[in-house]
């Protein structure tokens, strides 16, 4: 079975930083593009950042470039995002998901085949 399991989320002062990390298990993703989305409270999932197999493309949303990196680990099956500089309107739940579907867009989370429970983070200002 198949499982991404997200950790890291947390309370977090405005300025402040977080990292989270997405554990894969029941197959290997070295070969799959990974993404993080997140949805606040009332609103729709929305990307945030995602990274190509061998982690030499990124890509962010504009509101979070230069605060947050994304980043992969393929011998550990692993992914993770990197929150610097945190601001409120970065509360929401994290989502990682993994491997897009034939055609899919990395920015399109009907593309993702799957993904993890999520994990709350909150900015507190």
């Known amino acids: 079975q198949v499982q991404l399991v997200e950790s890291g989320g947390g309370l977090v002062q405005a300025g402040g930083s977080l990292r989270l990390s997405c554990a894969a298990s029941g197959r290997t993703f070295s070969r799959s593009v990974m993404g993080w989305f997140r949805q606040a409270p009332g609103k729709e999932r929305e990307f945030v950042a995602a990274?190509?197999?061998?982690?030499?493309?990124?890509y962010y949303v504009d509101s979070v470039k230069g605060r947050f990196t994304i980043s992969r680990d393929n011998a550990k099956n692993t992914a993770a995002l990197q929150m610097n500089s945190l601001k409120p309107e970065d509360t929401a739940v994290y989502y990682c998901?993994?491997?897009?579907?034939?055609?899919?867009?990395?920015?399109?989370?009907?593309?993702?085949?799957?993904w993890g429970q999520g994990t709350q983070v909150t900015v507190s200002s």
């Open positions: 998901a993994a491997d897009l579907k034939l055609g899919g867009t990395y920015h399109s989370q009907s593309a993702y085949i799957y």
């Open positions: 990274i190509t197999w061998s982690g030499g493309t990124t």
